[in-house]
T-cell receptor, first 119, second 112 residues
Framework: GAVVSQHPSRVICKSGTSVKIECRSL??????MFWYRQFPKQSLMLMAT?????????EQGVEKDKFLINHASLTLSTLTVTSAHPEDSSFYIC???????????????FGEGSWLTVV | KNQVEQSPQSLIILEGKNCTLQ??????????LRWYKQDTGRGPVSLTI?????NTKSNGRYTATLDADTKQSSLHITASQLSDSASYIC???????????FGAGTTVTVRA
């Protein structure tokens, strides 16, 4: 079964509205989660690193006021796309880093992704 | 310049045939290299993870190799099946800041 769960898997929103995507670590406590964006036929682009209890670290070129990240607990990180525009339409994926020694040996687990369409 | 380069960008193979995907990286200092399979519209799923001391690792019909001296890795798919059609992504982890570098992926299409 899924180790990292994302919700919703698909969402359509109107321009100017905000939409929240959740990333849950189901089997372990994740102090660090990552958020990626992926355009069709392209690789994943890291947007930000989310650390539990502290501010997220954003990659260069990613607007922190537009992509709000909250990592309030060890099993949940959220990405909120604020004032969404059609160009924000993309596939958003999260991943979670398990603690050292967790049985699967340092694998990073990805969520199933969330398709966002802004109309 | 991307620190992880994959080739070919895409390939088409007949069901039952073998294929090999390449990954060259410049990431340093190196921690480990991972191969992921990503079906269209889904999140990546881990196939193998290789550390500096590992040369070969298999997962079913998938066999990954690593040459840490030349900074090259390959993923070999044996007796391909239609379900192998996906994008295969090479990901390298840097050991000092735990940052991941992603290759652009190789899209594999298996045809009957």
């Amino acid at each position: 079964g899924a180790v990292v769960s994302q919700h919703p898997s698909r969402v359509i929103c109107k321009s100017g509205t905000s939409v929240k995507i959740e990333c849950r670590s189901l089997d372990f406590q994740a102090t660090t989660m990552f958020w990626y964006r992926q355009f069709p036929k392209q690789s994943l682009m890291l947007m930000a690193t989310s650390n539990e209890g502290s501010k997220a670290t954003y990659e260069q070129g990613v607007e922190k006021d537009k992509f709000l990240i909250n990592h309030a607990s060890l099993t949940l990180s959220t990405l909120t796309v604020t004032s969404a525009h059609p160009e924000d339409s993309s596939f958003y994926i999260c991943s979670a880093l398990p603690p050292r020694g967790w049985h699967s040996g340092n694998t990073i687990y990805f969520g199933e992704g969330s398709w966002l369409t802004v109309v | 310049k991307n620190q992880v380069e994959q080739s070919p960008q895409s390939l088409i193979i007949l069901e039952g045939k073998n294929c090999t995907l390449q990954c060259n990286y410049t990431v340093s200092p190196f921690s480990n290299l991972r191969w992921y399979k990503q079906d269209t519209g889904r999140g990546p799923v881990s196939l193998t993870i290789m550390t500096f001391s590992e040369n070969t690792k298999s997962n079913g019909r998938y066999t990954a190799t690593l040459d840490a001296d030349t900074k090259q890795s390959s993923l070999h798919i044996t007796a391909s099946q239609l379900s192998d059609s996906a994008s295969y992504i090479c990901v390298v982890l840097r050991s000092n800041d735990y940052k991941l570098s992603f290759g652009a992926g190789t899209t594999v299409t298996v045809r009957a």
